[in-house]
């Protein structure tokens, strides 16, 4: 696990944004910790992952996959759960696509092919109160055209 994440890290990271970047390093951490370095993403189980969409979701781990003392566990919402699971899975797929120096591909195939992931139904999405809305207009210059019959009036 810890070479396929490295090898990623190599090759694919450095071809993202900077922001992109450090959610890899993130995601890279959080699955070696979670399957440990010496794991062969050949066999990562379906066992494995519904116990991490478990302990997750509970809020037992965190986004690096560091244990959360019970009293300071929060539940996740699936939207996180997935971005992490959508994200091994790529770097699996990218693993049985890159061949290494001596011809080789780093993975035959994704071990988690078919395994389901959850979804956020309703992502949280920022909605402005009318007082912040007025705000914004009175210092914004907005000009609306309207046209009446061939003419130009501004409001």
Known sequence: MARLVSEYWKHRSGRKSTGEQQADRRHGKLWIRVLGAKKD???ISLQEWEEFI???QSGVIDAY??????DKSRPVRNRSVEEDLKWLRWVLNWGSKWQTNEGRYLMRESSVRGYAIPTGKNPMRPVATQDR?????GVTQVTMEIRWNGKREEQ
């Open 133 to 137: 809305y007025e705000a914004i207009r």
């Open 41 to 43: 993403p050949h066999k």
């Open 54 to 56: 478990d302990a997750r």
């Open 65 to 70: 996959g560091e244990s959360v003392p019970a």
